[in-house]
């Protein structure tokens, strides 16, 4: 299984930008997705999460600015970022469960496959 990650870039402080994490090799409908960021010199940190039903869960840094979604026939989650803030500069990483999940998973530990990483750089 492989994910790409795209979307990123540079923008000023209240802008939008939507990333794309799209799978390759396998269906991940069944799976739980997530999104993760990493700023330098920080620890890896949950963004947002989705089940496979569609059941959603938001880093509270992000909750109200960032909507995540699912696209199953496209094999592509989503990440709408709106009123972005320079804090939210990191390069932004999705993941996939091999399995299906009841609840989403804020866990990375608990992520089989990651995508390569995209940069969101935001400018004050």
């Known amino acids: 299984v492989q994910l790409q990650a795209s979307g990123g870039g540079l923008v000023q402080a209240g802008d939008s930008l939507r990333l794309s994490c799209a799978a390759s090799g396998r269906t991940l409908s069944g799976s739980a997705m997530g999104w993760f960021r990493q700023a330098p010199g920080k620890e890896r940190e949950f963004v947002a999460a989705?089940?496979?039903?569609?059941?959603?869960n938001y880093a509270d840094s992000v909750k109200g600015r960032f909507t995540i979604s699912r696209d199953n026939a496209k094999n592509t989650v989503y990440l709408q970022m709106n009123m972005l803030k320079p804090e939210d500069t990191a390069v932004y990483y999705c993941a996939a469960t091999r399995w299906g999940t009841n609840r989403p998973v804020r866990s990375p530990t608990l992520y089989d496959y990651w995508g390569q990483g995209t940069q969101v750089t935001v400018s004050s």
């Open positions: 989705i089940t496979s039903s569609g059941s959603i």
